[in-house]
C-alpha cells in the first residue's frame, strides 16, 4: 500500500480559473486541468524566480517532489498552448499555509 501524499502548500486560490483560446482548433475543444500545486510551482520558479529548493520548502515538499510538480505543471501548459486547448486550473492535493509562519520564515506574505 502506497504511503499517503503529502499536503502541498499553496498560498491563494488563482485570480482566474480558465484561460480559452480566442479560435477553436479545427479538431474541436479539449480541455487541460493544471492543479493548483502545479500552478504554484510554476509562479514560484517562474514568475517570482526562486529557486526549486526554497520553492519546495514554500510548498512543504522535498525538492525531488517539487521538480516532478514543475516539470508535470510545465508539460500542462505546454500541451494548452501548442494544441489550442482550454487551460482549467482546479483541484490537486492541497492547503493553504499557517499564515504568521510562512511569512515570517520566508518572507512572503498577503494572500489572492
Do not use: Y
Given at each position: 500500500?502506497?504511503?499517503?501524499?503529502?499536503?502541498?502548500?499553496?498560498?491563494?486560490?488563482?485570480?482566474?480559473?480558465?484561460?480559452?483560446?480566442?479560435?477553436?482548433?479545427?479538431?474541436?475543444?479539449?480541455?487541460v486541468y493544471l492543479p493548483l500545486e502545479g500552478l504554484e510551482a510554476i509562479r514560484l520558479?517562474?514568475?517570482?524566480?526562486?529557486?526549486?529548493?526554497?520553492?519546495?520548502?514554500?510548498?512543504?515538499?522535498?525538492?525531488?517532489?517539487?521538480?516532478?510538480?514543475?516539470?508535470?505543471?510545465?508539460?500542462?501548459?505546454?500541451?494548452?498552448?501548442?494544441?489550442?486547448?482550454?487551460?482549467?486550473?482546479?483541484?490537486?492535493?492541497?492547503?493553504?499555509?499557517?499564515?504568521?509562519?510562512?511569512?515570517h520564515r520566508h518572507g512572503w506574505g498577503g494572500g489572492i
Open positions: 500500500m502506497p504511503r499517503p501524499r503529502k499536503l502541498r502548500f499553496v498560498q491563494g486560490r488563482p485570480i482566474v480559473n480558465a484561460f480559452v483560446p480566442n479560435r477553436m482548433p479545427p479538431w474541436g475543444r479539449e480541455e520558479i517562474d514568475f517570482q524566480g526562486f529557486d526549486q529548493e526554497t520553492a519546495a520548502r514554500m510548498m512543504n515538499v522535498s525538492r525531488q517532489t517539487f521538480g516532478r510538480i514543475l516539470a508535470e505543471a510545465r508539460a500542462i501548459v505546454a500541451d494548452a498552448l501548442v494544441m489550442g486547448k482550454v487551460l482549467r486550473i482546479e483541484g490537486g492535493h492541497f492547503e493553504m499555509p499557517p499564515r504568521g509562519r510562512m511569512r
